[in-house]
């Protein structure tokens, strides 16, 4: 599986910015994750590739929407209300298995990533 992942760029607070997340390959899961400078990696959300489940990290939750359309075969994250501390890079990543609602924040529930896209929120 290949993962590319884009639409980052650097935006004003409050601002709003979708990220896509172009997949090769056959998948079950979808996730984004992001990292901040300086700090570790953080789950931001994750859905099921057929449909159903989704899952939201506490810090994006009713800001951010995780989709995916299955005819081309991409991910997105749709990012409002954004915030400085929204700043990071991005990473797309994909899971072969279907992972319990619980796990689905697991990095190493995900077995490919993609390159990373940078989001940058300042005034």
């Known amino acids: 599986v290949q993962l590319q992942a884009s639409g980052g760029g650097m935006v004003q607070p409050g601002a709003s910015l979708r990220l896509s997340c172009a997949i090769s390959?056959?998948?079950?899961?979808v996730a984004w994750f992001r990292q901040a400078p300086g700090k570790g990696r953080e789950f931001v959300a994750a859905t099921d590739w057929s449909g159903g489940r989704t899952r939201y990290g506490d810090s994006v939750k009713g800001r951010f929407t995780i989709s995916r359309d299955r005819a081309k075969n991409t991910g997105y994250l749709q990012m409002n209300s954004l915030r400085p501390e929204d700043t990071a890079v991005y990473y797309c990543?994909?899971?072969?298995?279907?992972?319990?609602?619980?796990?689905?924040?697991?990095?190493?529930?995900?077995?490919?990533w993609g390159q990373g896209t940078l989001v940058t929120v300042s005034s």
């Open positions: 390959g056959r998948i079950s899961q």
């Open positions: 990543a994909t899971s072969s298995t279907i992972n319990i609602l619980s796990a689905m924040a697991d990095s190493i529930r995900y077995d490919s």
